[in-house]
């Protein structure tokens, strides 16, 4: 192996940079936002409509943001200034660096929980609710309680400080390895338990099976903005992984593995909820607390139940962290390449202000529960403007910056820099210059057509 001619970290092996980007991809995402949003938009036609946007607007974007990491070695703003430098393009890396900051800031908060699930899990509180409505009151009452909450959120916070302080791979491709395949035999487990509840029928009726009338134009929006959001695209993180990427890789492989990944787990998640959600008689539009609620009633009914909580939390924590330490690595990132600061000045300030500014968001279910703007309390603002508009304006911005302004042409080049073909390039040409722009336009304007 040659020596990188720059000063950043590389990832260790192939193997290493697939698990991080799966890594910043599966988190609370896949986790705890599918379900609740699947299940406040209708179930089966709001997946048919995320499936659709994973594939035509979230692989190819995905990719075209591993090659513009990949062939400018930098951050977000630094690689847009590079290839076309004095023009606005540069706008695409700002908005990411804000969004990264945003999104950080209530992940943080839902980061928090699960931490404070592991410690209930260990000390037999997730295991003994006598009905699933009692595990829904338990919750209610820990994230209205301010202590608490701010307590495990700090907690949160600090971890994936002390993480991002040692560097790229030193920290995240080490806990990436094991958490993933770990992760997915927990699923299958909680799935076979939940698809074999007396009632589970109905549930998996609702997942799949695509009832259109329920959907209105901003469903459709909430399904787009979920495939960025689960992605991790939209905001310069996977141009930052990218841009830590040997030359001698495989993007496109990269790119579908970490893709079919993330769908994976998913869907795994929703065969987990929804038969659960329906066997238990609750409601599935519960919310934010819709998989803090189910998942305790599952395990209190379930042989093994108290260690199946433990490994559970445990696994859904770091998988949390993985993805917030991706999130801060792209303020970081920025920081440190274009203003010259060290990593710990970096870490330690942008982190201490973002864990600030998620203050708000997690006293919104106690507190502050009052206190809204645009009808919204401040969790699902912040939550709205990003996942719905940030990351689609920036991941449309991207595609049309890599399939007309720096050109298919060029990004190709990159794409087979080292004697690998790439299989599907029509494919990616053809939507990431009309496909991907046009739809995210659609969506938006969908948005103001309410179907009923
Ligand atoms: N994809 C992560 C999840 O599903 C969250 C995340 C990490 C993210 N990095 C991101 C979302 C960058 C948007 C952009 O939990």
Redesign the pocket.
């Given at each position: 192996m040659t020596e990188p001619t720059h000063k950043r970290g590389l990832w260790a092996t192939r193997m290493g940079f697939i698990m991080a980007a799966s890594g910043?991809?599966?988190?609370?995402?896949?986790v705890w936002?599918f379900p609740y949003i699947t299940g406040q938009n209708g179930g089966g036609a709001f997946v048919l409509v995320y499936l659709i946007c994973i594939a035509v607007v979230g692989l190819p974007i995905m990719l075209s943001e591993f090659t513009l990491g990949r062939k400018t070695n930098l951050n977000p703003v630094g690689a847009f200034r590079q290839l076309k430098p004095g023009t606005p393009w540069v706008g695409i890396g700002f908005t990411g660096v804000l969004?990264?900051f945003l999104?950080l800031s209530f992940?943080g908060v839902v980061g928090g929980w699960t931490l404070a699930y592991v410690y209930k899990a260990l000390t037999h509180s997730l295991d003994q609710f006598a009905n699933p409505a009692d595990a829904g009151k338990f919750f209610g009452g820990f994230i209205a309680n301010t202590g608490e909450v701010l307590f495990y959120h700090a907690l949160f916070m600090g971890v994936t400080i002390a993480i991002v302080i040692k560097g790229v791979h030193a920290g995240i491709e080490k806990a990436c390895d094991i958490l993933m395949p770990t992760l997915v035999v927990m699923l299958v487990i909680l799935m076979i338990r939940a698809l074999t509840l007396d009632g589970a029928m109905e549930g998996l009726k609702f997942y799949l099976y695509p009832d259109f009338s329920k959907l209105s134009g901003h469903s459709i929006l909430m399904a787009m903005g979920q495939a960025?959001?689960?992605?991790?695209?939209?905001?310069g993180?996977m141009i930052t992984y990218g841009s830590y990427l040997p030359a001698k890789e495989n993007l496109t492989s990269a790119t579908l593995y970490v893709v079919l990944f993330?769908t994976l787990i998913a869907l795994l998640m929703g065969l987990v909820i929804f038969p659960a959600v329906f066997a238990m008689g609750l409601k599935p539009t519960e919310g934010p607390g819709l998989v803090f609620s189910v998942l305790p009633a599952v395990f209190t009914g379930m042989p093994m139940g108290w260690v199946v909580s433990i490994i559970f939390f445990v696994l859904l924590a770091i998988a949390?962290l993985t993805?917030?330490i991706?999130?801060l690595e792209?303020v970081v990132a920025y920081f440190i390449d274009q203003r010259g600061w060290d990593r710990k000045k970096a870490v330690l300030t942008m982190g201490l202000i973002i864990f600030a500014i998620g203050i708000p968001s997690g006293l919104s279910f106690g507190v502050l529960a009052d206190f809204k703007l645009f009808g919204r309390h401040f969790f699902d603002s912040v939550d709205n403007l990003t996942a719905n508009y940030l990351?689609p304006i920036g991941g449309m911005l991207t595609a049309i910056f890599v399939g007309w302004v720096w050109g298919t042409k060029e990004a190709h080049k990159e794409i087979e820099r080292h004697e690998t073909t790439f299989h599907w390039a029509a494919y990616w040409e053809f939507v990431v210059r009309y496909i991907a722009p046009v739809a995210v336009a659609i969506v938006f304007f969908a948005k103001y057509f309410p179907a009923k």
């Open positions: 910043s991809a599966v988190g609370l995402g896949n936002k969004a990264g999104i992940y960025f959001f689960s992605l991790s695209l939209g905001m993180a993330d949390a993805s917030a991706s999130l792209v990351l």
